[in-house]
């Protein structure tokens, strides 16, 4: 633009043909089409992420869990699943009411994705269940101290205008996933191992391979 600002262009070229269909010229009309790409960008991020918290939602999850899935056919690579439920949510929200449950959500999602690299993903399913998927963590102690470490930091008090809340988290692990096994597959095992998380006493995590 004259203001020196980058935008996006659409160019469409057509020819101009005499009688005998012979081209003589071509004739090129260029439109700005930058407000067009960034609606259908703020379109699509609203599709594949969590209106609350921002994180991916359970569409981008599969989708990228698929692409791991895909990319360990092709060498060596580990997956491992992390399905969390957070345990005393629902105190919370009777006790003090949805406007302080949703911060709590906020202030979780917050503090799992500073615990996760960049190339980890992190996603919030709905209500109080959260995802992290972690590309090829290094080996199953290491899912084992991340695990521990999400724990601990959930653990911690949230404080919100003078009330001071508390959660903790139930956590399920699948890793390592064979080359056959979809990307619901692995959620529904991670699922499973959380549920055995929350029968062994709640806040703790549990593995299914």
């Not at 999850?61 to 957070?86: C, K, N, T, Y």
């Not at 991670?190 to 062994?200: F, I, L, N, T, V």
Request: glycine residues 8%; contains cysteine; hydrophobic residues 45%.
């Amino acid at each position: 633009r004259k203001d020196g600002t980058i935008y996006l262009e659409r160019l469409s070229i057509s020819a101009i043909c005499d009688e005998a269909g012979e081209v003589l010229s071509y004739v090129g009309v260029c439109a700005d089409i930058t407000e067009q790409w960034e609606q259908d960008q703020r379109t699509r991020h609203m599709a594949l992420h969590d209106g609350l918290t921002g994180l991916a939602n359970r569409s981008l999850l599969l989708e990228r869990v698929a692409q791991l899935i895909a990319i360990s056919a092709r060498e060596p690579r580990h997956i491992a699943i992390m399905f969390l439920d957070l345990d005393g949510f629902k105190l919370v929200n009777d006790t003090w009411g949805h406007e302080i449950g949703d911060q709590v959500l906020k202030t979780v999602s917050s503090r799992l994705v500073g615990l996760v690299r960049p190339s980890d993903t992190v996603a919030r399913l709905g209500g109080d269940e959260f995802v992290i998927l972690l590309d090829n963590p290094d080996s199953r102690d290491n899912v084992m101290m991340i695990a521990s470490r999400v724990i601990d930091e959930i653990n911690g008090p949230m404080s919100f205008d003078g009330i001071v809340a508390h959660v903790g988290a139930s956590i399920g692990i699948t890793f390592k996933a064979k080359e056959s096994a979809s990307a619901d597959d692995l959620l529904k095992n991670a699922d499973a191992a959380m549920y055995e998380a929350k029968a062994a006493g709640k806040n703790t995590y549990r593995f299914i391979d």
